[in-house]
């Protein structure tokens, strides 16, 4: 089992629309859970973190973390194309797991006008 | 806010040369770096972490001595990929670690070896 899990995708949304990624994770001891944006050629850029349980919200993203359940999700309301990008869930392990950020595979997500 | 430079952001070099790869936050003090590296394609793999003033830690088959790591001080961490080759060719991009465990990235380097 990998460490954190995410679907391939590509998730294709129409403008307007929630898209919806998931992300699961298999230490139980992690603490801390990011999601970041890649657009193609360029660098990851911070979306937003969640540290405990429940919803999360900025703007148009909305992250629901469930530590018992072991999954963060991000929703993206009103879909633009400019969000169509690979999204990285990383998930801050535990410190007996060195305090750092284990990276799922990614989700690309293509919104379509 | 958070913001992390890296420099170059382009560089093609010959096999067998050594390439620096600076990484700095502009911002803010980090007392711990990371570098990564992307193939095509495939998702971030940690190469190491720099933690200013001591020695790097790197991740399991990453080569200690292919790749230097410099954290010289709070503001800047160098990559120095020595004796390149082609298969030394990727994306190599830092991060800086702001607060308890936010990471911020550079924009990256691609590196081309011929």
């Known amino acids: 089992q990998k460490e954190v899990e995410q679907n391939s995708g590509p998730l294709s949304v129409p403008e307007g629309a929630i898209a919806s990624l998931n992300c699961t994770y298999s230490?139980?001891?992690?603490?801390?859970f990011f999601w970041y944006r890649q657009y193609s050629g360029k660098s990851p850029e911070l979306i937003m973190f969640?540290?405990?349980?429940g919803d999360k919200e900025d703007g148009r993203f909305t992250a629901q973390l469930n530590k018992a359940s072991q999954y963060v999700s991000l929703l993206i309301r009103d879909s633009q194309p400019s969000d169509s990008a690979t999204y990285l869930c990383?998930?801050?392990?535990?410190?007996?797991?060195?305090?750092?950020?284990?990276f799922g595979g990614g989700t690309r997500v293509l919104v379509k006008p | 806010g958070a913001v992390v430079s890296q420099h170059p952001s382009r560089v093609i070099c010959k096999s067998g040369t050594s390439v620096k790869i600076e990484c700095r936050s502009l911002?803010?003090?980090?007392?711990?770096m990371f570098w990564y590296r992307q193939f095509p394609k495939k998702s971030l793999m940690l190469m190491a972490t720099?933690?200013?003033?001591?020695?790097?830690?790197?991740e399991q088959g990453v080569e200690k001595d292919k790749f230097l790591i410099n954290h010289a001080s709070l503001t800047l961490s160098t990559l120095t990929v020595t004796s390149a080759h082609p298969e030394d060719s990727s994306f190599y991009i830092c991060?800086?670690?702001?607060?308890?465990?936010?990471?911020?990235f550079g924009p990256g380097t691609r590196l081309t070896v011929l």
């Open positions: 969640i540290y405990s349980n």
């Open positions: 720099s933690n200013e003033g001591s020695k790097a830690t790197y």
């Open positions: 991060s800086a670690r702001a607060g308890a465990d936010t990471q911020y």
């Open positions: 911002d803010f003090q980090a007392t711990t």
């Open positions: 230490d139980r001891g992690s603490q801390s």
């Open positions: 990383a998930v801050n392990r535990s410190k007996a797991a060195g305090n750092k950020l284990t």
